[in-house]
């Protein structure tokens, strides 16, 4: 029976009516219209539904919606702007680290939760914080770089 949840998704507060299971990932694109968590495998397998709750990244498709009422939200909108990119969505535009960029908002979320635990990571800390965020394009190499890129962008 669809309940009332109060979420906090990039700092703002919102009350949706919705089934207590619905996948954290149809709430956020279908009522709260934020299309940057994108819809890949549905099942937990690719990363592309990636998003922070408290921190951590963790995938929307496999959230249920319960289970992230009351905590803090952080999707790929919240993160930066066009008019103010994080450092990390700068460096993927100077690294030019896209092709189809389907998986990319998922990758920065995770790379976004590895710099907060770690703001000096070696290549092989960035190859296992992106191990569960697939790219089919094959854009690892650059995606790497540009992690990089932005974490020495971050220690300055
Ligand atoms: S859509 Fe969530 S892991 Fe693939
Ligand atoms: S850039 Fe196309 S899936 Fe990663």
């Known amino acids: 029976m669809p309940e009332a949840t109060t979420l906090k998704v990039n700092g703002v507060r919102h009350t949706v009516c919705a ?11 279908n009522d709260l219209k934020l299309k940057g968590a994108k819809f890949g495998c549905g099942v937990g397998l690719c990363g592309s539904c990636m998003v922070l709750i408290d921190g951590h990244n963790v995938m929307s498709c496999d959230t249920p ?17 066009l008019a103010a990119p994080h450092a990390l969505q700068r460096a993927f535009i ?8 389907y998986c990319l908002s998922g990758v920065i979320m995770s790379a976004a939760a590895l710099l907060e635990r770690n703001p000096d990571p070696s ?16 854009t690892h190499t650059r995606i790497i770089k540009a992690v990089q890129r932005a974490a020495g962008e971050l220690r300055k």
């Open 19 to 29: 089934e207590p299971d619905t996948p954290l990932l149809y709430i956020l694109r």
């Open 65 to 81: 919606l319960w289970a992230a009422a009351g905590k803090s939200i952080t999707t790929i909108e919240g993160l930066g702007s």
């Open 94 to 101: 100077t690294e030019q680290a896209a092709q189809c960029g």
């Open 123 to 138: 290549e092989s800390d960035i190859k296992q914080a992106l191990a569960r965020n697939l790219c089919r394009c094959g």
